[in-house]
């Protein structure tokens, strides 16, 4: 694994319950790649950290998981909006995280 995906796994493992980041926020967070890049790490090694938490930017889930992923969110307690994260409440930015390790 490389030090960049293993960052990513550990913004991913940062996220408290009932809160959630964008494939795009994790990035900004990490401080570099794209969603994109987040996503295909995610495909690859995501299982080893609280996968469900990462959702697309507009709230919605990947199709080939949705079903899974949204019952995952209702169990954390996370805000949506039908079977879309209401991201204005759930988004989460890390920066009390950030703030802790400094």
């Known amino acids: 694994m490389t030090p960049y995906a293993r960052a990513v796994l550990d913004a991913v493992e940062a996220i408290p319950a009932g809160k959630v980041m964008a494939y795009s926020d994790v990035a900004e967070y990490v401080g570099q790649g794209t969603g994109r890049t987040v996503g295909t790490i995610m495909g690859r090694h995501g299982g080893e950290v609280p996968w469900h938490r990462v959702v697309r930017s507009d709230g919605s889930c990947a199709p080939e998981v949705r079903d899974r992923q949204v019952a995952l969110l209702r169990e954390d307690g996370v805000a949506m909006d ?21």
Do not use: Y
Request: aromatic share 4%; net charge positive; hydrophobic share 30%.
């Open 82 to 102: 039908g079977e879309r994260v209401d991201m204005r409440r759930a988004r989460w930015d890390g920066m009390s995280e950030r703030a802790c390790r400094s």
